[in-house]
């Protein structure tokens, strides 16, 4: 049973960092990748972030690029998500989740999610 577990959230100052965590078990954790989402309250769940187990090949979307840096630890089956100099405007529910093959931005192409860690950013 593949299974996602999310930690790591928190209620940080602007400017502030987290480190979130994706644990992942039931698949075998090189042939696929894995991504975060989020989602704010009123809004659509969007791309963050998705890394390539397999040849570390990583995306990140522009609104994060140079302060969110998503890593893997094959050892230990899990994706990190290193969030630095956070905006009030990054707080929302982060998920991360995964599928066959390589990055998609649109959260409908992944098949197995992770039941998210709440990020809030106070200004």
């Known amino acids: 049973e593949v299974q996602l577990q999310a930690s790591g959230g928190g209620l940080v100052q602007a400017g502030g960092s987290l480190r979130l965590s994706c644990a992942a078990s039931g698949f075998t954790f090189d042939d696929y990748a894995i991504g975060w989402f989020r989602q704010a309250p009123g809004k659509e769940r969007e791309g963050v972030s998705c890394?390539?187990?397999?040849?570390?090949?990583?995306w990140h979307a522009n609104s994060v690029k140079g302060r969110f840096t998503i890593s893997s630890d094959s050892a230990n089956n899990t994706v990190y998500l290193r969030m630095n100099n956070l905006k009030p405007e990054d707080t929302a529910v982060y998920y991360c989740?995964?599928?066959?093959?390589?990055?998609?931005?649109?959260?409908?192409?992944?098949?197995?999610w992770g039941q998210g860690t709440q990020v809030t950013v106070s200004s």
């Open positions: 890394i390539s187990t397999w040849d570390g090949n990583t």
């Open positions: 989740a995964t599928r066959g093959g390589g990055c998609k931005v649109a959260a409908g192409f992944y098949g197995y």
